[in-house]
């Protein structure tokens, strides 16, 4: 993830003509937070590098929510190729929230599958766990949410700190099944979120947003 934004962008919109936002995202992208997260975690980056880092992040996520109509393949180039199907959005599931944890990248995770559930007709919003703290989100805000993922790349935080952030999102959205995007090995994190009771647990933004969309579509037919 180097110094110059415009570079990022144009690499993106470069990976975006031969595959899709969730798959750039989850072949480049969040490898690339994967990278850094480590070097964090060394002591190899400081925190004026890792809010520069965040702000060519937010810029990059910026430029692709007005360039990217939708997260389908990119169109053939032949002549008689057949166009890719748009996606088939699930009307009426509701809101999805995806909540980043306290790890330096989460919030950046969170607002990846968050702008690809929205490229795939979903209502989706991203927003930090401290939102849920006392009354920083009103409840009839929360009580529009359907679902919650909780978004973390595993690194750097603790254990006992994911498992802190997922009850509280639990308590705060009595009735919404809260699930989990482990970004990275899921190792002992992802088996503990799941015994803390987490829904399921994603290590892709592909698979994530698949499944999303197929909950969508039950809470629709319920």
């Given at each position: 993830?180097?110094d110059?934004?415009?570079?990022?962008?144009?690499?993106?919109?470069?990976?975006?003509?031969?595959?899709?936002?969730?798959r750039?995202?989850?072949?480049v992208?969040?490898?690339g937070?994967?990278?850094?997260q480590?070097?964090?975690?060394?002591?190899?980056?400081?925190?004026?590098?890792l809010?520069?880092?965040?702000?060519?992040?937010?810029?990059?996520l910026e430029?692709?929510?007005?360039?990217?109509?939708?997260?389908?393949?990119?169109?053939p180039?032949?002549?008689?190729?057949?166009?890719?199907?748009?996606?088939s959005?699930?009307s009426?599931?509701?809101?999805?929230?995806?909540?980043?944890?306290?790890?330096?990248?989460?919030?950046?995770?969170?607002?990846?599958?968050?702008?690809v559930?929205?490229?795939?007709?979903?209502?989706?919003?991203?927003?930090p766990a401290?939102?849920l703290?006392?009354?920083?989100?009103?409840a009839?805000?929360l009580?529009?949410?359907?679902?919650?993922?909780?978004?973390?790349?595993e690194?750097?935080?603790?254990?006992?700190?994911?498992?802190?952030?997922l009850r509280?999102?639990?308590?705060?959205?009595p009735?919404v099944?809260?699930?989990?995007?482990?970004?990275g090995?899921?190792?002992?994190l992802?088996d503990?979120?799941?015994q803390?009771?987490?829904?399921?647990?994603t290590?892709s933004i592909?698979?994530t947003?698949?499944?999303a969309?197929?909950?969508?579509?039950?809470?629709k037919?319920?």
């Amino acid at each position: 993830m180097g110094d110059d934004p415009d570079a990022l962008v144009e690499q993106a919109e470069g990976a975006l003509k031969e595959c899709r936002l969730s798959r750039y995202y989850d072949t480049v992208a969040l490898p690339g937070l994967v990278l850094a997260q480590g070097d964090a975690q060394r002591g190899r980056l400081g925190e004026r590098q890792l809010d520069g880092m965040r702000a060519r992040l937010a810029a990059l996520l910026e430029d692709l929510e007005e360039d990217v109509e939708a997260d389908v393949p990119p169109h053939p180039t032949g002549k008689d190729a057949p166009a890719a199907p748009p996606p088939s959005p699930p009307s009426s599931a509701g809101p999805v929230l995806c909540v980043g944890g306290r790890g330096p990248f989460d919030m950046a995770a969170a607002a990846m599958l968050a702008q690809v559930l929205r490229k795939r007709g979903l209502d989706a919003g991203a927003a930090p766990a401290e939102m849920l703290r006392g009354d920083a989100t009103p409840a009839e805000e929360l009580a529009r949410i359907r679902q919650a993922w909780l978004c973390t790349v595993e690194g750097m935080g603790s254990t006992a700190a994911a498992r802190s952030i997922l009850r509280r999102v639990k308590r705060r959205l009595p009735g919404v099944e809260v699930n989990v995007l482990v970004i990275g090995n899921e190792g002992r994190l992802a088996d503990a979120l799941r015994q803390e009771g987490a829904g399921s647990v994603t290590n892709s933004i592909e698979a994530t947003a698949t499944q999303a969309c197929e909950a969508g579509e039950d809470e629709k037919d319920a």
